[in-house]
């Protein structure tokens, strides 16, 4: 199988995958896609499971988008997720998004019903919660929780799960402030505002946010580099703190090494990749996942296509 397929090859499907001896029925879709990791977790959870298909990445510019949806329907496939820059664009395409989709503001998992409709979900919030559950022993309705980086997708997506949780205490910091406005406004909808914070992310507001929470979850983009400096300087961090970084690699990140210097507890995006993707399977197959052979095929990943 490649790596990586396009829109053309998607319109020329059955004459491109011929040679393919499982159909390819599931795919990751996002604009750059070939650095996910998705493809071999899937993978090894249909074999697993017995289920005669493929999942392979699928690079789709944004212009292309709208006119690609219907065509998965037409070559058969059960399903995708979306990934950068698509999210929000899934929301408004499917017929049916649920809770969770309509509260990030996105969608990261389109199911096709036999007759074409199109089923929205969002499993980063959920994802996000199990993960911090299984590495940390602890539920977000416990903690009093940070979000840096919270005016994007995923920010939107944690910091609503957090709310519904609901976390004890929730603040929220970004570089640009205007960029809340929207999350603020979905917000007063299921959050109590006298546990609510908004801010700039900068020194003094990081400052004050850090003493007054348990658990910070990094949603920003910094650290995706190994060269990063950390979103967090280690001398701001408490060891009694918990430190998620929603990037994943195989790797330490920046943020991961404050954390580190500090003798905090903290972890990476890899257990929220792993736990959204077994949702996802789930809303698909409608049957558990295999969640441990995923988490054996992300450790692997690296020597996968």
Avoid at 17 to 31: F, H, M, W, Y
Avoid at 136 to 149: D, K, P
Avoid at 268 to 292: C, D, I, K, Y
């Amino acid at each position: 199988m490649r790596k990586v397929y396009t829109f053309a090859d998607l319109e020329n499907w059955d004459a491109v995958t011929a040679s393919e001896p499982v159909p390819i029925r599931l795919a990751v879709i996002g604009d750059p896609v070939a650095h996910s990791a998705s493809p071999p977790m899937h993978n090894a959870a249909l074999a697993a499971s017995h289920i005669d298909a493929r999942y392979c990445r699928l690079l789709i510019h944004p212009e292309e988008f709208s006119a690609a949806l219907p065509l998965l329907a037409k070559r058969n496939f059960l399903g995708v997720n979306c990934t950068i820059p698509h999210k929000v664009a899934a929301l408004a395409a499917v017929d049916h998004p649920d809770d969770s989709a309509r509260r990030a503001g996105g969608v990261n998992t389109i199911a096709f019903d036999p007759d074409g409709r199109l089923h929205g979900f969002s499993t980063d919030g959920p994802g996000l919660a199990r993960a911090v559950a299984e590495d940390f022993g602890v539920q977000l309705s416990q903690l009093r929780i940070l979000v840096l980086g919270a005016g994007g997708g995923a920010g939107r997506a944690v910091s609503m799960e957090c709310a519904v949780a609901p976390a004890k205490h929730l603040i929220l910091l970004n570089r640009n402030e205007e960029k809340l406005r929207p999350l603020q406004s979905a917000l007063a909808e299921i959050y109590p505002p006298d546990r609510l914070l908004f801010g700039r992310w900068d020194h003094d507001s990081l400052l004050h946010a850090l003493q007054q929470s348990d658990l910070i979850i990094n949603c920003s983009a910094l650290g995706m580099n190994p060269l990063d400096p950390s979103p967090i300087p280690a001398g701001l961090l408490s060891k009694n703190q918990l430190v998620y970084d929603t990037i994943y690699t195989a790797n330490r990140t920046p943020l991961n090494l404050a954390a580190d210097a500090a003798g905090a507890r903290s972890s990476n995006g890899f257990s929220m990749l792993l736990h959204q993707g077994a949702l996802a399977f789930e809303r698909w197959f409608h049957r558990p996942a295999p969640l441990e052979v995923m988490r054996n095929a992300l450790r692997d990943r690296r020597t996968d296509d």
